[in-house]
């Protein structure tokens, strides 16, 4: 079964509609997928209210230690959909300026190891 989407430019964030294309590989959808996840605000999608990550309510709010943060991380990128695990993560948490930036890789369910990088400030 081939898992393609459109693809989505790393840089901007936007679909190139001058360049329309699909992601090239299953590995390159699932990344694309967990980037997406991550990078939209829990009830910012105007579609779906219950879809999104709970940035400002469990990562970067007052008293919120690096290890729950990185937990919610962890649990967003393990329940999308062809991510099979996790076999590397790194981050830095700073909580005085709300920032929160993480890089891991995925093991997906079509055997490719990707490595993605997602920075986070308010």
């Known amino acids: 079964m081939a898992l393609h989407d459109i693809y989505i430019d790393p840089v901007s964030g936007d679909i190139d509609l001058d360049d329309f294309r699909l992601t090239s590989s299953e590995g390159e959808a699932i990344a694309q997928k967990v980037k997406v996840r991550l990078l939209t605000f829990y009830s910012e999608w105007i579609l779906n209210k219950s ?3 709970y940035w400002f309510e469990r990562v970067l709010r007052k008293g919120v230690t690096k290890y729950n943060a990185d937990q919610e991380v962890r ?22 300026k709300r920032t929160y930036e993480c ?4 093991t997906t369910d079509f055997d490719e190891e990707i490595t993605i990088t997602v920075p986070l400030g308010v």
């Open 51 to 53: 879809a999104g990550t």
């Open 75 to 96: 649990k967003r990128v393990l329940e999308t959909e062809g991510v099979r695990a996790l076999s590397s993560f790194a981050s830095d948490f700073d909580e005085g």
């Open 103 to 106: 890089s891991f890789a995925i």
